[in-house]
């Protein structure tokens, strides 16, 4: 089992939708976790981190269930620049620094 | 977020030749710096993660000999691929953290290599 796991999708939606992602984690001792977004031939970009009591920015909310060992990204009234791969990242801080990264989930938005 | 750059953004060479990228934190110090490499529409891969001060971790299958790291301060880490091969192209992201944060990284904007 990957230490964390995405959809890969991709995702089609259009203008307007929501749209929701998952990602599921293998060591329950993480400690952090993130949503970056990474456009085409591009480093990737923080988009939020997310606690435990969910957090929200703009259309974004990202939600984390501890018990479950999942976190999730909501999209709301998608734009067509949301379109991008979105990874989800877990860092452990266990003995050390050490960031896993999803595979990514790529998301394409069309009028 | 945290600004850190990354130079240079492209660099073409021939094969066999040494190529030295340069990562800096602007406005954090970073006390770890990490190397990814990714190849098109596949994930981050990360090669290795670098302390200030001490010699860096390379993960698993990366050869340490032919990509040489070194993070002398808190703001600059540099990654210096030797005597690099066409297997050798590919996109070089570096990302900073701050070990005392909690655990967000920042990525450089990359630097893309071709290797004749």
């Known amino acids: 089992r990957k230490e964390v796991e995405q959809d890969p999708g991709p995702f089609n939606v259009p203008e307007g939708a929501t749209v929701a992602f998952n990602c599921t984690y293998s060591?329950?001792?993480?400690?952090?976790f993130f949503w970056y977004r990474q456009d085409c031939r591009k480093e990737p970009k923080l988009l939020m981190s997310?606690?435990?009591s969910g957090n929200e920015d703009g259309r974004f909310t990202a939600q984390l269930n501890r018990a479950s060992q999942y976190i999730s990204l909501l999209i709301r009234d998608s734009k067509l620049s949301d379109s991008a791969t979105y990874l989800c990242?877990?860092?452990?801080?266990?003995?050390?620094?050490?960031?896993?990264f999803g595979a990514g989930t790529r998301l394409f938005v069309k009028a | 977020g945290a600004v850190v750059s990354q130079h240079p953004s492209r660099v073409i060479c021939k094969s066999g030749t040494s190529v030295k990228i340069e990562c800096r934190s602007l406005?954090?110090?970073?006390?770890?710096m990490f190397w990814y490499r990714q190849f098109p529409k596949k994930s981050l891969m990360l090669m290795a993660t670098?302390?200030?001060?001490?010699?860096?971790?390379?993960e698993q299958g990366v050869e340490k000999d032919k990509f040489l790291i070194n993070h002398a301060s808190l703001t600059l880490s540099t990654l210096t691929v030797t005597s690099a091969h066409p297997e050798d192209s590919s996109f070089y992201i570096c990302?900073?953290?701050?070990?005392?944060?909690?655990?967000?990284?920042?990525f450089g904007p990359g630097t893309r290599l071709t290797v004749l």
């Open positions: 670098s302390n200030e001060g001490s010699k860096a971790t390379y």
């Open positions: 990302s900073a953290g701050d070990l005392r944060g909690i655990g967000e990284q920042f």
């Open positions: 060591n329950s001792a993480s400690q952090s």
């Open positions: 997310v606690y435990s």
């Open positions: 990242v877990v860092n452990p801080r266990t003995g050390g620094f050490k960031t896993i």
């Open positions: 406005d954090f110090q970073a006390t770890t």
